[in-house]
């Protein structure tokens, strides 16, 4: 009898878990990225957002100028850049390349299948393609996940031995602010995917539900990631750095910042630049769709943008 | 929170307070003492090892009930040599065994204390370091024929970072081994 009750029970719980793994989520194709409909508008038109591609034969003084290369977070798109851009145009004399993450900006499907080495590589892509033409002041600004991956970039000795001059990191994450992420193994395949609340101007350009499978390739990156600085590793030599972290994030925990601080040095060994922002947002130089933003928070992304325009003019 | 942890204190001390009571007068209060070193770590962070005592009396529900101090700590661990962030746990764990006179014991605990992480510099004195412990675990004990016992347990931390408040690096899962020495033991 005990035995008959254990595997009728047995069989709930299979029962369960597969049509669990077989849920797919509610995607509105008219309102999403998620959706077959809406793609990120770097892939219709690379050269309004790489330039390498917009300057196929770049001159002397362009050659000199200041290249950015902004890549975007964890399930997000070229948009997160977008209000840093405008910036830049205003000055007139930094050029921005924003970079879309791979498996990024396309359907859900697409998302799910994606790995976090995939990610990383348009990054790659674009950086050897600046170099290759001559560009001799490149610099990166990332946020949320693109900082661990542009910190797997520089202990793997890939960027930043010729012509890298600061890297900008804004709200990396190296360990989550949601503990559950670390159980995402276990409960993963269970949940099949998280929804995420979002107002209806980030619904186009952020994933409204995040594939399990996604979920645990952020969390192997950011594992990787908290590996690699509790081991430590140096900057490669005229590489500036600077960290932006917000101390109340509920995205990327704010002790995230205390990892890099301890784990990447300057290649002297001296510690690199870090300033703790008085803010409740991930990613704070992004505001475009989110709603009730106040003046403070107008006030750290105009102070966010002034320092770092500031350190590239140096 | 801190209701919680006074309400979960008040309810074990009435617990032990009744067994204590009904256990009579003629036992005594000395049992059986342990003390060892445990080895500690939390799912995809930090080993955290150290110290742990375990008491048990027959006044304890026939020796049931365990009382547990402990001190497990990165500095005896991950942060050893590497750039792990130190931290510190104490940890006051109030447990039931089953089986107690069996070699192999079930057992369940909860565990109160104190958490705290060393930051180190003053630009990361904004962020929380401080946090009370409240977790409970499960496990199995083995109590070798030498005076040796082994402990293997899984256990859930309630009061985790959350990323606006508590420190970042309290994790929720972690995983223990304990390996005792009987110091004192009177049948």
Request: aromatic share 12%; net charge neutral; glycine share 6%.
């Amino acid at each position: 009898m005990i035995t008959k009750n254990i595997f009728c029970s047995l069989q709930v719980i299979i029962l369960l878990c597969l049509s669990a793994c077989s849920k797919s989520p509610d995607i509105n194709n008219t309102t999403m990225l998620d959706g077959d409909q809406i793609f990120d508008p770097s892939l219709y038109n690379p050269a309004k957002y790489l330039v390498s591609v917009a300057i196929a034969n770049p001159v002397t003084a362009q050659k000199n100028t200041p290249v950015v290369i902004a890549v975007h977070g964890y399930s997000a798109t070229t948009f997160e850049w977008d209000e840093f851009r405008t910036y830049a145009d205003s000055k007139a004399n930094v050029l921005v390349s924003q970079v879309l993450l791979g498996g990024h900006g396309r359907t859900y499907e697409e998302f799910k299948k994606s790995t976090w080495e995939d990610w990383e590589e348009p990054i790659m892509t674009e950086y050897n393609a600046l170099h290759a033409k001559g560009y001799t002041n490149i610099n990166f600004v990332g946020s949320s996940t693109a900082c661990p991956l542009v910190m797997d970039l520089i202990k793997k000795g890939e960027i930043g031995a010729n012509g890298m001059k600061h890297i900008f990191m804004v709200d990396p994450i190296v360990i989550p602010s949601d503990k559950l992420l670390t159980l995402i193994g276990l409960v993963g395949p269970m949940l099949g995917y998280l929804e995420t609340p979002m107002t209806p101007a980030e619904e186009g350009h952020y994933y409204h539900f995040r594939p399990q499978e996604t979920l645990k390739q952020l969390m192997i990156l950011i594992d990787k990631s908290r590996k690699d600085l509790q081991e430590g590793f140096n900057l490669p030599a005229g590489i500036r750095m600077k960290v932006y972290k917000s101390i109340k994030d509920p995205t990327a925990d704010a002790v995230s910042a205390v990892l890099i601080y301890k784990g990447l040095k300057n290649s002297d060994n001296s510690r690199i630049d870090v300033e703790m922002i008085d803010s409740e947002l991930h990613v704070v130089t992004r505001l475009n769709g989110r709603d009730n933003i106040t003046q403070h928070d107008r006030d750290i992304q105009a102070h966010v943008f002034d320092d770092m325009y500031k350190m590239l003019m140096q | 929170m801190k209701k919680k942890f006074v309400l979960s204190i008040l309810f074990i001390t009435c617990v032990l307070c009744l067994h204590a009571q009904t256990s009579g007068t003629k036992e005594s209060w000395i049992g059986e003492l342990k003390g060892g070193i445990r080895i500690q770590k939390a799912q995809k962070l930090y080993w955290e090892n150290g110290f742990a005592f375990d008491f048990t009396s027959p006044r304890l529900a026939d020796r049931s009930i365990h009382l547990g101090v402990s001190y497990v700590t990165t500095r005896l661990g991950s942060a050893m040599g590497t750039n792990a962030i130190k931290q510190d746990n104490f940890l006051f764990s109030p447990g039931y065994f089953f089986r107690h006179h069996k070699q192999l014991q079930p057992f369940t605990r909860l565990n109160m204390g104190y958490f705290h992480a060393d930051y180190e510099y003053a630009i990361f004195d904004v962020l929380p370091n401080k946090a009370f412990l409240f977790s409970l675990d499960a496990g199995l004990s083995y109590e070798f024929k030498m005076p040796i016992t082994i402990s293997l347990s899984a256990g859930y931390n309630l009061n985790t970072g959350t990323g606006t408040a508590g420190p970042g690096t309290l994790y929720p899962v972690f995983y223990q081994m304990s390996i005792f020495y009987t110091i004192l033991k009177k049948r």
